[in-house]
């Protein structure tokens, strides 16, 4: 099976696990989220999204809201006098020049977002299909033998991008996380009653190490 067929697979497993469709938009929320969740648990990343933005979702209330309220807020999201300097940093210049940028080089050119920020908003924020490589979408690829197992993390990226029809990019973003929450986790991943296991390198060695001992 080669890599384009893998794929083609993997996606109608997504589909029919976890739908096609999601919801878009809020690219100002999107940013300021993401921002929370860099190396932080999607769990922690949730609780603490929901308390900030019941108290300011707007780039104008968080720019109002002082620093300490703010980074009392984040502090459950670890890092978190770093990640109130780029929300506030963040918040100012979106007021000022009025929106959320909506290139991938305007976006790495904000306080605090990186590459797969930059595409997590423009995926999520905006519904411009790209690709964000996640702690998920970094991992599960590599097990399947999708990449190499000594990709760059840019390198994940465009092997995805070249194996996917991008109508279909949405469905990698949000596919990949949810079955790294679910199946294939970081930490014992249940390879046996895995959809993929019988093309998946990493999961049939594991499965046969187990049958040794
Ligand atoms: Fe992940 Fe195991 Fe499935 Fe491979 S077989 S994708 S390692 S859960």
């Known amino acids: 099976m080669n890599d384009r067929a893998k ?13 096609n469709e999601r919801e878009y938009g809020r690219p100002f929320e999107t940013l300021i989220r993401t921002i929370i969740s860099q190396r932080n648990t999607d769990v922690s990343t949730d609780k603490v999204s929901k308390r900030l933005f019941s108290v300011a979702r707007t780039p104008e209330q968080l720019v109002r809201l002082p620093l300490k309220r703010l980074q009392s807020i984040l502090k459950p999201a670890g890092t978190w006098r770093q990640k109130a300097k780029y929300i506030h940093s963040v918040s100012v210049i979106i007021l000022e020049r009025g929106n959320v940028p909506r290139t991938r080089h305007e976006l790495m050119a904000l306080p605090g977002v990186g590459p797969k920020t930059a595409d997590i908003v423009l995926m999520y924020g905006f519904g411009i299909p790209s690709i964000a490589v996640d702690t998920h979408v970094n991992r599960i690829p590599r097990r399947l ?4 197992e000594k990709a760059k993390i840019h390198e994940v990226k465009e092997a995805l991008e070249r194996i996917t029809p991008k109508k279909d990019w949405h469905v990698v973003n949000h596919g990949f996380v949810s079955f790294g929450q679910m199946v294939c986790r970081a930490v014992n991943p249940r390879c046996s009653t895995c959809p993929f296991l019988e093309f998946c390198p990493f999961g049939r060695k594991r499965i046969r190490r187990s049958r040794k001992t």
């Open 7 to 19: 794929m083609a697979a993997i996606l109608k497993e997504f589909r029919r696990r976890y739908g």
């Open 145 to 148: 033998g999708l990449v190499s």
